[in-house]
C-alpha cells in the first residue's frame, strides 16, 4: 500500500475552510484515498473516500490531484468541534486488513 | 442502532490476569476488528474477521486471541496480561466487498495492567 505523508499540526480559525493536505506519491491505480478523524479520546470516525473525482458529503470535500499524487481534505466552516486527528490513508477498496494508521494531522480550530 | 459497543469503557488488570474484552455492532457488517493504540503510535491492528467462524491475525496478534460464533459479536480475550498490554483498544465493523475500508469505530475500552 501506498504511503502517504501529513503535516504533524495545523491551526485553523473558526468559521474559516480548513484544508489538510496529503502526500501520496507511490499510489497505485486501484488505491483509493480514505480520510477519518479521531476527537480526543474517542473511536475514529469515517469522513470521506475517494479514487480520482473529487468527492463531496455532508462532512467534507475531498479533492484529488489529477496525477492523484496528492490529496486535500476540505471542511468548509470548520467549528471547534472539527478539533482531532485527521488521518489520510491509502489502499485498495475490498480489504481492510491493510489499513496504515500514521500519526496523522493534528487541527486546532482556534475561537 | 446503537452501531459498535464495547464494554469495558475502562478496566485495570494485574499481570497475568485473564479478561475478555466484549465488541458488539447491530449493522449486519461482515467486518470486524480489534485495534490497539498506543501513545506515539498509529492504530494497529490485532485481530480481524471477514465473516461468522473466520478470523485472522492481524500486525500485533500476540497474547490476544478472538472468536466469532456470530455475525455480531467479536470478543478480545488476553489470556495472560502483561503491562505492555496497557493500551486503549478499539473495536470496528463494516460492510463487506467496496465498503470494506468505511469502518465504525467503538467508544474504546481503556485497559491498564499493572
Known amino acids: 500500500d501506498a504511503k502517504t505523508t501529513q503535516p504533524t499540526s495545523m491551526d485553523c480559525a473558526e468559521g474559516r475552510a480548513a484544508n489538510l493536505p496529503c502526500n501520496h506519491s507511490?499510489?497505485?491505480?486501484?488505491?483509493?484515498v480514505y480520510w477519518y478523524r479521531q476527537i480526543h479520546s474517542q473511536g475514529p470516525q469515517y469522513i470521506i473516500h475517494?479514487?480520482?473525482?473529487?468527492e463531496t458529503n455532508e462532512m467534507a470535500s475531498l479533492i484529488i490531484t489529477e496525477d492523484r499524487k496528492s490529496s486535500t481534505l476540505i471542511l468548509p466552516h470548520a467549528t471547534l468541534r472539527d478539533t482531532a486527528v485527521y488521518y489520510c490513508i491509502v489502499t485498495n477498496a475490498g480489504n481492510n486488513r491493510k489499513l496504515i494508521w500514521g500519526l496523522g494531522t493534528s487541527l486546532a480550530v482556534n475561537p | 442502532n446503537a452501531g459498535v459497543t464495547q464494554t469495558p469503557k475502562f478496566q485495570v488488570l494485574k499481570t497475568g490476569q485473564s479478561m475478555t474484552l466484549q465488541c458488539a455492532q447491530d449493522?449486519?457488517?461482515?467486518?470486524m476488528s480489534w485495534y490497539r493504540q498506543d501513545p506515539g503510535m498509529g492504530l494497529r491492528l490485532i485481530h480481524y474477521?471477514?465473516?461468522?467462524?473466520?478470523?485472522d491475525q492481524g500486525e500485533v496478534p500476540n497474547g490476544y486471541n478472538v472468536s466469532r460464533s456470530t455475525t455480531e459479536d467479536f470478543p478480545l480475550r488476553l489470556l495472560s496480561a502483561a503491562p505492555s498490554q496497557t493500551s486503549v483498544y478499539f473495536c470496528?465493523?463494516?460492510?463487506?466487498?467496496?465498503?470494506?475500508?468505511?469502518?465504525?469505530f467503538g467508544a474504546g475500552s481503556r485497559l491498564t495492567v499493572l
Open positions: 507511490t499510489i497505485s491505480g486501484n488505491e483509493y
Open positions: 475517494g479514487l480520482k473525482n473529487n
Open positions: 474477521s471477514v465473516g461468522a467462524g473466520i478470523t
Open positions: 470496528a465493523s463494516s460492510p463487506g466487498g467496496a465498503g470494506a475500508n468505511v469502518l465504525t
Open positions: 449493522m449486519n457488517h461482515e467486518y
